[in-house]
Nanobody, 126 residues
Framework: QVQLVESGGGLVQAGDSLRLSCAASGRAFSSLAMGWFRQAPGKEREFVSAISRSGGSTGYSDSVKGRFTISRDGAKNTVYLQMNSLKPVDTAVYYC???????????????????WGQGSQVTVSS
């Protein structure tokens, strides 16, 4: 069982930056493909970004491409989501997700993931 602990959310103004962190434990980090999803009030959970277990392959939703960057640090068993040029529409609860895999790709569908973090609130004011 993989445990995921998120941190780094908060209240910022439009145009500001935030970095979310997600620390994983319970399984070799190198075996985990990781992803970030978000859910705004009244909306379904949506894909934000994902990274392969090696870090060599990444993907982004069109709405965040060019503003957000996903990365991972194997020494810290942590995946990050650097969010720049934040907009009010980015306001949501952000969830980290993990999937054990032997493959080299990333996963953009929520039902591909086995483990989820508790969520971290990001609020962007205009």
């Amino acid at each position: 069982q993989v445990q995921l602990v998120e941190s780094g959310g908060g209240l910022v103004q439009a145009g500001d930056s935030l970095r979310l962190s997600c620390a994983a434990s319970g399984r070799a980090f190198s075996s985990l493909a990781m992803g970030w999803f978000r859910q705004a009030p009244g909306k379904e959970r949506e894909f934000v970004s994902a990274i392969s277990r090696s870090g060599g392959s990444t993907g982004y939703s069109d709405s965040v491409k060019g503003r957000f960057t996903i990365s991972r640090d194997g020494a810290k068993n942590t995946v990050y989501l650097q969010m720049n040029s934040l907009k009010p529409v980015d306001t949501a609860v952000y969830y980290c997700a993990a999937r054990a895999t032997a493959g080299g790709g990333y996963y953009q569908y929520a039902n591909s993931y086995e483990s989820w973090g508790q969520g971290s609130q990001v609020t962007v004011s205009s």
